[in-house]
């Protein structure tokens, strides 16, 4: 079994790379994608890749936003939408955390977002709150959070609430960012039915007849089990990932992501998290460990992180 360290450290590269892998085939259909035992960093050279100017092994806004969540949780040891706020903004404006400082990829409604931050809007009313505001823009960068957290389970519900609120303010994307935290905490715990134990609990949590209880049950249908679409809505992007995530290795669970095809860099990124959490940093291919752009970004990070639960 991997360490409690390993596993901290296989979720957060685990992540990454999945992002990383995925952004060469974006925006492809499934049928238009190579057989999985050519899905690499590097594609075929006869496919019409995205992000061409791209190089191989670089994660995208999924990654650079998840580095900026986790960079702002330790620098402030707590949860401070306004700090995290001017991150994003930094990202967009200078490539912060970024690798090559070059990005080259927003969500709609993040950026969207950014714009109401730049012009003063407050952190927690910046996100697009209507109800076809539901990217996945603040499901794909979560994870960092339960690494972090060390609170009770209704404590890392809110701030999974709070921290979408940044970019998606709508009920829809703040349950489903709290099912994946409680989802990566019961992995982290090695419960044998991680997915059923966070609905369970997630649903001790809502109240009775709140909005957040009626978009668990009857949007994002958790006792249900969809393949999903690999595609950008939350709810679409949480069902793909949990599809995926019932593969044996990481390998498999981030080849499976992408080969639904459409929004492949996220869905492998939402769900090579949860199975680098699952199986520990030495189960994530060794070729894609070296070949992962940016980790001098990376180790500080991580290194800070480890260091926390050392001394908790």
Same mark, same amino acid.
Request: proline share 6%; with cysteine.
């Given at each position: ?23 060469? $085939? ?49 620098? @402030? @040891?707590?949860?401070?939408?306004? %700090? ?11 490539? $912060?955390?970024?690798? %090559? ?31 076809? @505001? ?24 809110? %701030? ?45 949590? $809502? ?42 290795? $990481? ?62």
């Amino acid at each position: 079994m991997p360490t409690f360290r390993e596993r901290i450290e296989g979720g957060l590269l685990g992540l990454l790379i999945g992002d990383a892998l995925g952004v060469p $085939y974006e925006f492809h259909s499934a049928a238009s994608l190579p057989p999985a035992a050519e899905i690499e960093f590097s594609p075929p050279a006869h496919f019409p890749r995205a992000h061409a100017g791209v190089p191989p092994g670089t994660w995208s806004d999924d990654g650079a936003q998840a580095l900026a969540l986790l960079a702002s949780l330790l620098g @402030s @040891s707590t949860l401070d939408l306004e %700090d995290f706020g001017r991150r994003l903004v930094a990202w967009y404006e200078k490539g $912060y955390l970024a690798v %090559d400082g070059r990005v080259f990829d927003v969500g709609i409604q993040t950026g969207e977002a950014i714009r109401r931050l730049r012009s003063g809007t407050p952190a927690e009313k910046a996100g697009p709150a209507q109800e076809q @505001s539901n990217g996945n823009g603040s499901l794909m960068r979560v994870l960092p959070l339960p690494l972090w957290h060390r609170g009770s389970d209704a404590e890392l519900v809110a %701030d999974a609430q709070r921290q979408s609120l940044v970019t998606h303010g709508h009920a829809r994307s703040q349950v489903c960012c709290a099912l994946y935290c409680l989802w990566a905490r019961r992995v982290l715990q090695d419960v044998a039915d991680p997915w059923a134990a966070a609905v369970t609990t997630l649903r001790s949590i $809502y109240r009775s007849g709140s909005p957040e209880l009626a978009e668990l049950e009857s949007t994002i249908r958790p006792d249900e089990f969809v393949k999903g679409k690999g595609g950008g809505y939350v709810v679409d992007c949480l069902w793909s990932a949990r599809w995926a995530a019932k593969q044996r290795a $990481y390998e498999q669970v981030v080849k499976a992501a992408i080969g639904l095809g459409n929004d492949t860099d996220t869905t492998a990124c939402v769900a090579g998290g949860l199975a680098g959490l699952r199986d520990g940093v030495a189960a994530i291919p060794e070729r894609w460990r070296e070949q992962l752009r940016g980790q001098e970004l990376v180790a500080p990070l991580l290194e800070r992180l480890l260091q926390i639960h050392a001394l908790a």
